[in-house]
Structures are given as structure tokens and as C-alpha cells.
């Protein structure tokens, strides 16, 4: 602190530009941005609410102020806030989520930590995020027309945006809140430029109106990338419009000024890093190349929104999908990683990185308004836990005999539109489509009557038609016979997205009155394409099953959503059978905690499924990478016994291990396992 602060302390960012009263909001009038009368330039990071544990937005928010910002970002997801239809959580609707769904609660703290905000309310978000934020039930009205002025999906997002768009008009900044702009749908203009579809500005004009009738009267904003999408994604003298890039600021800025003559230049979406796909290498950002393009958006000067500063986690089922296909052909199939560490200047788990070091000597270096900064908080420290062996076990006879609900139709049906939740479908998990006594349905199919044909013939083959929504674990009588997912490459055989009209082959064991059941796994919705893959179902549903060409009919149909009352209530745990033995099962252990503290499960050693802790479920895990260790936050853990609980799909380990880091697959650790094979 210099000589002269020591006797003039500096003020915070609220006494700054609210000294003397509030009178106005952001403005984008003039060249550059004025708050409240005052020039102001934006420097902010993105931080989802709904990814980071709810004890931990003061500790994120406060480590982002410490670098210099003065505003964080975040979308709402209209999925977590509206789970079922007509049924609302923020914070307070007993929803698996309703921890993380507090955004008052997340607002007024980010005021507290003296930070302004940028609010992106959708109704897409993208962000990677399960069906880029809609909720999974809109899927159950087959006319709606996504992200248009279509009736019926005008009237779904009208009625959350007369629910949502209130709480957040009064925790505007011109009414003694945080937040200074609103973002209005969310890259719009893409959808043309990609070849989707084009973007209807009526939808735009109606979402603009709900806004405004709703009491919201701050700066309205949308966000594209200028050079390659121009004004197509926004209404130039209604909105202002902002820039999303990775590199060349110079450009995306010039092209902006040329949209928008006279008014402020900014990047919504300044990409610290990037995301993962199962399957892939872990992305990272050279740091000189980050620094490098930062400087440059400052220098100009420009504001700007760090995407992402501090990522966090797609906790549950919550991690989107790409699609580069259609809705029918999901040969295109990206699922997202649990992680959405983003490689961004916080990690996953709050700690700091080079990056962070380098935002707080850039943003002070270029911010001409000196204000108070806290000081950096100390790291969290991260345990790792003894390992614990596994204790107990139940089978998937077990799990279904303990499902209460069950539906029975002449064919397989999507997750979406089964009759539960209120009518609203399944959203996450897996779905079970069960065929008991096969044998019986094969003898009736036939021509001939001989006794013989009651048994399955060795070689059967069972054929799925279409394509798998996503993918397909194949049990006959509960023993495993479809193949273990443990190599990328396994993605383009059975079970999986990539094959048309898969075919297994069903062994060379005849049966008699066998069971098959084939277990669904949703790997998450598509967030980002056409209009059409916004229409993508999952599940079982582009075509039936049959085997040796007799389609099979008359299924049970169970839905495994994998919600804390159900884990909580699981009866009937025993000794585990032996490990050797493949197939999915659910594996629980005890952990003894004394000190909660942040850990990581490493599941190096397990093949692929989900983890569950204290009845939540915390993510997903493959071996195929590229994330390796599942983050364990301290706040789901408790002082005493904790419960661990791994669906395992194909082959379980005998015990739950733990690290204090995390562990990905990269570009360097994929070479060497090259040059071990």
C-alpha cells in the first residue's frame, strides 16, 4: 500500500460508484462504459453457483476479488431450477440440487465480497452443461421448437421467466444489488454461421419483453463472435452486443466497433482453457499464450469476462454432451467429463495457478480506478484419506427388486416419456428395459413347435435397432455379455453410440426362460447444434430389439435415477461375491473422517460408472479418461463414518483409494503409455 492510501484508505468498488447515491445503472451510450456516472471497465470472471459447493462460493468469490476483479458471471439453469414442471427450486424445493440452487443467497455474498455481477439467464445456457440448461421434460411436447417464438415453448419459458426473472430484478444494482447486465439467450448467432438454423429475432423482441415486464432494467446484452457471426445473433439497437474468443482481441474488437460505432467494446467469453470428452486428452492452455492475449484485450483497452475463471464440477448426471451430427444419428456423440476444470485460473478444487498470478499482475498493471482489495486467501488443504476396503455389495437383481416403480409397454419407449415425476420423465441415470422368460417369446415367435426351439440357440444374435442413447449394458439370466468399456477404441463396438444397428452375439450357451435386460446409460443431453439435436432422446428409441430377426416385445421398463431418498433407503447389503466376477453391481465402504477436508477418489484401478457419497452422487468415472480421480469437496463429507457407494459397471476393484490431487490423462501421459505397450 503506498503512502498515500496508508492515510487515505482505498475505497471498496461499492463506496466507489455508489458515493452519493445510486441513480443509474451500466451505460453503454458513449465509448466506453459508465456505472452509475463514472467510467468503469469491466474485468470479470465466470464462477457457476451450480457447480461449486454452497460453502465455498464466499472462499471462490473472495479469491476472484483478491486478483482485482470487479464482477463475476454466471448462467442459471433452468433444468436445476425447474426439475419437474411447475415445480421450483432455488434453494429451498427439496430437489437433489437444492444445495447449490440458492442464486439470492450466491448474489448477495458476491456483493459481500465486494464484487458486481453479470447475470446469464438463458433460457439456453450451453456452458457444457446437461442439455445446455433446458430441463429434460420439454422433450415430452414433440411440436416445440427450441430457442424460437414457437407457442409452446414461448409459453414454458414465460412461465419460468415470471418466476425467476423477479428474484433476480431485485438484486439489480440500480435497486441496491449487484448485478449490472442481464445476457439475453446465449450465442444466437452461431446457429446460422453453423449451418443450424436462422436465428428468429421475434424470439428475441419476446425474450427482451419478458425481461422488461418482469422489472428488469438494467443493461440488456447478447454475446457472439463477431468476425464470424456479424450482428445475425442480436438486435443492434436493443441490445449491446459482446465478443467470445480465445485469441486475436484486436479483431473480434475492430469488427465489433464496426457493428456498433460509439459504444463500449467487450468480451463476454474470454476462454481461459477449454473442456474434456471421455475419451480425449486433457485440454490445457499454454500460460504465455493466456498472458499474452489477456494483455492485449486490457491494453486496448476493452472489458472482459474471464470464461472460466473457476469451473468447478458437473456434479451427478450434470455434464453436457456435443453433437455433430443430427438427432437420429448420434454417430457425432461427445459426452463432457465430470470435471469442468477448464484448466481456468482456479482449479477445479479453488486452487490457485500460474494463471491466477498472472490476472492479478495484468489487472493491476491497466485498472486506472484503485480500490480496495482483500488479502489472498490462504490454500485449502487436501487430505488423502487411508484406502477402505469394500464391505458390502448388492447385485443388480437386488437394485431392481427395490425400484417401486415399473412400466410396462409393447415397445421400448425414451427415459423422457415415462410417467414418473410428475409426468415430467426420467432425466438422468439409466433407464432398464427387462425381457423376462425369453425363451417363452421365442417359442411363441416360431413356426415350429419343437421342443428344441425352446432353448435360445447358441449364437443368438440380439440386434438393437438405431443407434444406443448412449450406451448399452447386455445381461442374459444377470450374467454380463456385452464387452467392458476400457480403450477409447471399445467406443465403436457394441453398446455404444457410434454403431448403427449394433449386433451381439449372445455366446454359444443355449438358454431356456432367460431374462434379458439391457441397462441404459444417459451420458448426458446435447447442449450446442442444430435445432433438431435439441430434440435428442435417450435411452432406447430410434428403432426395436430383436433377436435373430424376431423383435422382441411386451418389456419391463425400469427407471434407476440414483436419487438420495432411494440410495438412502438401499436394504439387503452383503458380503461382496468375488471380485473376478464382471457385471454392474453397487459396491459400498465406510470412510472414516476426523477432519473433513477436500480429497480426490482415485478410480484408476475401477473401469467405469458412477460414485456416490453420503447418498449423493458425486460423478461419473472411465478408464478411458481423460479425467482419472472424481473431487471430493469437504463439505459432503461428515466428522465420523461416511458412505461410499461405486455403481460399477463392468469390473469392480476390492477397495476405495484416495490422493490429495488430481490425476488426467494428457498429451505427455498418453505418450508414455504408448511407449509402454
Known sequence: ???????????????????????????????????????????????HYFRVPRKYWRDRLRKMRATGLNTVETYVPWNLHEPQQGHYDFGDGDSDMQDFLNITEFLKTAQEEDLLAIVRPGPYICSEFEFGGFPSWLLRYVDIKFRTSEFNYMKFVA??????????????????????????????GSTEKLG????????????????????????????DSPTAHGSIGTIPEVFLQTANFAANPEIEFLALKRLQPNRPVMAMEFWTGWFDHWGEIHHERDNQDFYNNFERILKYPASVNMYMFHGG????????????????????????ISSYDYDAPLTESGDYTIKYVMVKQLISKYNPVLTRLPKTPSITYKDAYGPANIQRQLVMREIWDQVDFRFYSDVVLPMEYLPINNMSGQ?????????????????????????????????????????ICDSAIILVDGVLLSKPLERTEDLNGFGFWKQNNSKLNLGSQGRYGATLEIIVENWGRNGFGYVDQFYQLKGLWQGEVFLNNLQISSWEIIPLEFKKSWIKNLSGWHTPKCFQVPGPALHKTNVYVDTPKDTFIDMRKWCKGIVIVNNFVLGRYSKIGPQQTLYLPAPFLEKGLNEVVI????????RVEFLDHPVYLTRSSRMRDIELM
Do not use: W
Not at 1 to 12: R, T
Not at 198 to 223: A, H, W
Not at 434 to 443: Q, V
Open 313 to 336: 464440477s458437473n456434479f451427478g448426471f450434470l455434464n453436457g454432451a456435443n453433437l455433430a451430427n443430427d438427432r437420429t444419428d448420434n454417430s457425432g456423440y461427445q459426452p463432457d
Open 1 to 47: 500500500m503506498s503512502l498515500v492510501s496508508s492515510y487515505f484508505p482505498l475505497p471498496s468498488i461499492y463506496e466507489h460508484y455508489t458515493n452519493g447515491g445510486v441513480y443509474s445503472g451500466l451505460d453503454s451510450s458513449k465509448p466506453y462504459f459508465t456505472l452509475n456516472g463514472k467510467n468503469i471497465t469491466i474485468y470479470s470472471g465466470a464462477m
Open 159 to 188: 412461465r419460468y421467466f415470471n418466476i425467476l426473472l423477479p428474484i433476480l430484478a431485485a438484486l439489480q444494482f440500480s435497486k441496491g444489488g449487484p448485478v449490472i447486465a442481464f445476457q439475453v439467450e446465449n450465442e444466437y
Open 647 to 654: 455403481f460399477e459397471h463392468y469390473k469392480p476393484y476390492n
Open 196 to 223: 443450424f438454423f436462422t436465428p428468429d429475432k421475434l424470439y428475441l423482441r419476446k425474450l427482451r419483453k419478458l425481461f422488461i415486464d418482469n422489472g428488469i432494467v438494467e443493461l440488456l446484452v447478447t454475446s
Open 427 to 467: 432425466s438422468y441415470g439409466y433407464t432398464v428395459y427387462r425381457k423376462k422368460l425369453l425363451g417363452n417369446f421365442y417359442n411363441k415367435k416360431s413356426a415350429c413347435n419343437n421342443k428344441a426351439l425352446l432353448d435360445i440357440p447358441s449364437n443368438s444374435i440380439l440386434t438393437i435397432a438405431g443407434r
